[in-house]
C-alpha cells in the first residue's frame, strides 16, 4: 500500500454542562482516517475501505504492535482480495514474519499466500442430498503440491503447474 496515508483523528465529545460527554468508550472520539492513493484526502477508514484493504492494514496494525499486543493467534480473511503479483508477495512476507511471533491463520486463494505456511489446510464445500458439507483437512507432500498447483492453474493441474508449485514450495517453505 504504497503512497498510503494513515492518521488516528481523536476529537473531544460533544457535550456541556447539561449534557454528559463521557460515554461508554471515553471522553473522545476516535476514527482512523485514511488517503489510499497519492493526492487524495484523508477519509474515514470504516467508510472507504474494503475488506481486503481492512485486512492489509490490521496486518500492518499487528506487525509494527506485534510485541505490544497480547494475542497469541490473528486471523485474517479476504487479506488477498483484489492483489496479485509483488503485492501479494509483500502481504506473504509479512505474514511470515509476524508469523515469528504470533500464530496465524489465514484464509487464502493465492499460492504465493499460501506456500509460505508451516501448515496447510483445504477447506472444500459440497452439497450431498440436498445437504451442505463442510470438510478441512491438512494437505502435505504430494497433496500440498497439488493444491498450490490447483490454486496457480484452476482446477486442471498440469505438470507446468506442478512444477511451478513445487518450485514456489521449495523457495518459500522454510
Do not use: W
Not at 509483488?86 to 506456500?115: F, P, Y
Amino acid at each position: 500500500m504504497q503512497g498510503t496515508v494513515f492518521r488516528v483523528q481523536q476529537t473531544l465529545r460533544e457535550g456541556n454542562d447539561t449534557m454528559q460527554r463521557s460515554g461508554p468508550y471515553g471522553f473522545d472520539n476516535i476514527e482512523f482516517m485514511i488517503s489510499a492513493n497519492p493526492g487524495e484526502p484523508l477519509k474515514p477508514l470504516a467508510k472507504v475501505a474494503s475488506g481486503g484493504e481492512l485486512s492489509r492494514i490490521m496486518l500492518a496494525l499487528k506487525t509494527v504492535l506485534a510485541d505490544a499486543d497480547e494475542a497469541g493467534t490473528l486471523i485474517f480473511d479476504e487479506i488477498d482480495a483484489g492483489i496479485g503479483g509483488e503485492v501479494a508477495l509483500a502481504v506473504g512476507n509479512h505474514l511470515k514474519e509476524l508469523s515469528k511471533r504470533k500464530q496465524i491463520l489465514c484464509i487464502t486463494h493465492l499460492a504465493s499466500i499460501a506456500v509460505r505456511a508451516d501448515n496447510q489446510i483445504k477447506i472444500e464445500k459440497y452439497t450431498d442430498n440436498q445437504k451442505t458439507i463442510t470438510r478441512a483437512y491438512p494437505v502435505t507432500g504430494k497433496k500440498r503440491a497439488e493444491e498450490v498447483a490447483r490454486m496457480l492453474a484452476g482446477d486442471v493441474i498440469s505438470d507446468t503447474s506442478i512444477r511451478h508449485a513445487e518450485e514456489m514450495l521449495a523457495k518459500y517453505t522454510t
